[in-house]
């Protein structure tokens, strides 16, 4: 079984509709973060969190919301989704005090607003 | 703002070649540098990390470098191989929150 995993793996969806994505962890790491990837552009950090009560806004944060539910659970929501939101969005964990600081990713969710 | 820039964004080889993928980046106080490999449908695989104190790591057929006074990294490949076609990333850290900047790839196709 995939150690980070992401639900759905593909969303389509209408202006206006909310969209929540959810990634699930296996590794015990206490970091998640959310991305997004658009063409060409390589990855930018909308959301990450250090531990279930810490949360911080990344580069990108306007127009969506985190949750996290416990350790291993980080969900991301946009509240009223715009065409611009189209992309492929991953997920991911870190545990630094494990000594190799890298990053594990899910596969991905590719969503698109119309 | 650091920024990462990749170059080439496409590269295209035939087997067995060796090839250099060029990463740079603004600020050179940088924590570590990392290069990624994604294959479409997947996620981002970790390929090599190499700390601010290092100037090199390996792993097999890949070897990266660091020079963070010129503010750039290298990931060279050698004897490619079709396997290897995929897009890579690198991705510098700035602090030991390890939030990661990203370049926006090299897509990499081999040719058997």
């Known amino acids: 079984d995939a150690d980070v995993t992401q639900t759905p793996r593909n969303r389509i969806t209408k202006t206006g509709k909310r969209i929540m994505l959810e990634c699930s962890q296996t590794k015990g790491h206490d970091r998640m973060y959310w991305y997004r990837q658009d063409p060409g552009l390589g990855l930018q950090l909308i959301y990450y969190?250090?531990?279930?009560?810490?949360?911080n806004k990344g580069e990108i944060s306007d127009g969506y919301s985190v949750s996290r539910q416990a350790q291993a659970k980080f969900s991301l929501s946009l509240e009223s989704a715009i065409p611009n939101q189209t992309a492929l969005y991953f997920c991911?964990?870190?545990?630094?005090?494990?000594?190799?600081?890298?990053?594990?990713f899910g596969p991905g969710t590719r969503l698109t607003v119309l | 703002k650091q920024e990462v820039t990749q170059i080439p964004a496409a590269l295209s080889v035939p087997e067995g070649e060796n090839l250099v993928l060029n990463c740079s980046f603004t600020d050179s106080a940088i924590y570590n540098l990392q290069w990624f490999r994604q294959d479409p449908g997947k996620g981002l695989t970790s390929l090599l990390l190499?700390?601010?104190?290092?100037r090199e790591q390996t792993s097999g057929r890949l070897n990266a470098s660091l020079d963070k006074s010129s503010g750039r990294s290298t990931l060279y490949i050698a004897a490619s191989q079709p396997g290897d076609s995929a897009t890579y990333l690198c991705?510098?850290?700035?602090?030991?929150?390890?939030?990661?900047?990203f370049g926006g790839g090299t897509r990499l196709m081999v040719k058997p």
């Open positions: 991911a964990t870190s545990d630094p005090r494990r000594g190799a600081d890298t990053q594990y």
């Open positions: 969190s250090f531990d279930v009560k810490d949360i």
């Open positions: 190499i700390q601010s104190s290092q």
């Open positions: 991705a510098v850290s700035y602090n030991a929150g390890n939030m990661l900047t």
